[in-house]
C-alpha cells in the first residue's frame, strides 16, 4: 500500500481542511468573538483565531505539496508527514483546550471522532509509503 | 530535486516559509506579551458607572492599542450602544490599573456610561500588540456581560 492509493481522497480531506481555515479566517477577520473561550477552551483562546486559520491552511498545504510531487522527489512522504503531523497537533491541542470548556462537546466530538482518526490513517498510510522507498530507494 | 519543474522548486520554499512563519505565531502568543484573564463587569444601578475587575499582566513593554466596544440587548440580538475609537498607548510593565477600576477609564469615554439605559450589556475589548514588527502583531479578545439595573 502506498499514498498513492490515497491520493484523490487525501487531496480531498486537505482541501477541505484549507476552505475550513479560510472560512475561518474570514470569520475571525469580521468578528472579533469568533472564536468563544466556553467553546474552544483557555488554552485555545490565548492563541489568535487568525494564527489558528493560518495553522489550518498551511499544514494541508504541505500535505497537498507533497501528494502534487510525488513521485518525482524523495523527500515528497516526508512532507506529507510533517504536514499530517502539524495538522494532528492541531487538533490533539484543540481537542485537550475543549475538553475542559463547558460548551467544548462539539469540538471535542468533531476533532476526535472525525478529523484525528482520519488524519492517523493518513498519516500510517504515509509512513508505510516513506518506509517503502526507504527499502526499494524508488522515487 | 532535478525532476520538480523551476515552479515547483519556487513553491516548495515559499510554502515551507508559511509554515515556519505560522509556527513562529503559535511559538510566540500574545502573552508573551500582555496577559489579560478573568475580565468582569459588575452588575450596577442606573446613573451609576459600572466598576470591573480583571488581571492584566503586561510581561515586557510594547506599543499596543484597545478598543472597546458595548453591545445593548434588544429583543433577541445586540445592538451597538457605544464603540471607543482605537486607542494607540505605549505598554509598560511597571503600569498599574487604577483603584476602583471603572468602565469610564477603561472605555476612555465619559459620556457612554452615562447614555446606559437598564438593560443587559455585552463588552468586547480587544487588544492589539505591535511589538515593532508585523511578524509579532497580536491580538487579545476578552469579553464580558453585565446588567444596568433600574431601581
Known amino acids: 500500500m502506498t499514498a498513492m492509493v490515497d491520493r484523490a481522497e487525501q487531496w480531498r480531506f486537505c482541501f477541505r481542511m484549507i476552505w475550513c481555515g479560510v472560512a475561518f479566517l474570514i470569520a475571525a477577520k469580521l468578528?472579533?468573538?469568533?472564536?468563544?473561550?466556553?467553546?474552544?477552551?483557555q488554552a485555545a483562546y490565548d492563541i489568535d483565531a487568525e494564527t489558528w486559520a493560518l495553522g489550518f491552511i498551511a499544514a494541508p498545504l504541505l500535505v497537498i505539496y507533497g501528494i502534487h510531487i510525488n513521485g518525482r522527489a524523495l523527500f515528497s512522504p516526508a512532507l506529507r508527514i510533517i504536514g499530517y503531523l502539524c495538522?494532528?497537533?492541531?487538533?490533539?491541542?484543540?481537542?485537550?483546550?475543549?475538553?475542559?470548556?463547558?460548551?467544548?462537546?462539539?469540538?471535542?466530538?468533531?476533532?476526535?471522532?472525525?478529523?484525528?482518526?482520519?488524519?492517523?490513517?493518513?498519516?500510517?498510510?504515509?509512513?508505510?509509503?516513506?518506509?517503502?522507498?526507504?527499502?526499494?530507494?524508488t522515487r | 530535486?532535478?525532476?520538480?519543474?523551476?515552479?515547483?522548486?519556487?513553491?516548495?520554499?515559499?510554502?515551507?516559509?508559511?509554515?515556519?512563519?505560522?509556527?513562529?505565531?503559535?511559538?510566540?502568543?500574545?502573552?508573551l506579551w500582555l496577559d489579560i484573564s478573568d475580565l468582569a463587569v459588575h452588575d450596577t444601578a442606573h446613573g451609576a458607572i459600572p466598576e470591573m475587575t480583571w488581571d492584566r499582566n503586561i510581561v515586557r513593554p510594547f506599543d499596543g492599542s484597545w478598543q472597546?466596544?458595548?453591545?445593548?440587548?434588544?429583543?433577541?440580538g445586540w445592538v451597538t450602544h457605544c464603540s471607543t475609537p482605537t486607542n494607540f498607548r505605549p505598554y509598560l510593565p511597571d503600569s498599574a490599573l487604577?483603584?476602583?477600576?471603572?468602565?469610564?477609564?477603561?472605555?476612555?469615554?465619559?459620556?457612554?456610561?452615562?447614555?446606559?439605559?437598564?438593560?443587559?450589556?455585552?463588552?468586547?475589548?480587544?487588544?492589539?500588540?505591535?511589538?515593532?514588527?508585523?511578524?509579532?502583531?497580536?491580538?487579545?479578545t476578552r469579553g464580558a456581560k453585565f446588567s444596568v439595573v433600574c431601581p
Open chain 1, 87 to 137: 495538522l494532528l497537533g492541531l487538533f490533539v491541542y484543540l481537542i485537550c483546550s475543549a475538553w475542559h470548556s463547558p460548551d467544548g462537546f462539539i469540538i471535542v466530538a468533531f476533532g476526535g471522532f472525525f478529523f484525528v482518526p482520519s488524519i492517523l490513517r493518513y498519516l500510517r498510510v504515509n509512513i508505510m509509503d516513506a518506509a517503502a522507498r526507504i527499502r526499494n530507494d
Open chain 2, 68 to 76: 472597546v466596544v458595548i453591545r445593548i440587548r434588544q429583543g433577541d
Open chain 2, 1 to 31: 530535486m532535478r525532476n520538480l519543474t523551476r515552479d515547483e522548486m519556487f513553491g516548495l520554499p515559499v510554502i515551507i516559509c508559511l509554515v515556519l512563519i505560522v509556527a513562529m505565531r503559535f511559538a510566540m502568543p500574545a502573552g
Open chain 1, 31 to 41: 468578528m472579533p468573538d469568533a472564536m468563544a473561550p466556553n467553546v474552544y477552551g
Open chain 2, 98 to 140: 487604577p483603584v476602583p477600576l471603572r468602565l469610564d477609564w477603561f472605555t476612555d469615554d465619559y459620556e457612554c456610561y452615562e447614555r446606559m439605559p437598564c438593560g443587559e450589556y455585552d463588552m468586547t475589548a480587544t487588544w492589539r500588540v505591535w511589538p515593532g514588527s508585523m511578524l509579532f502583531e497580536r491580538t487579545v
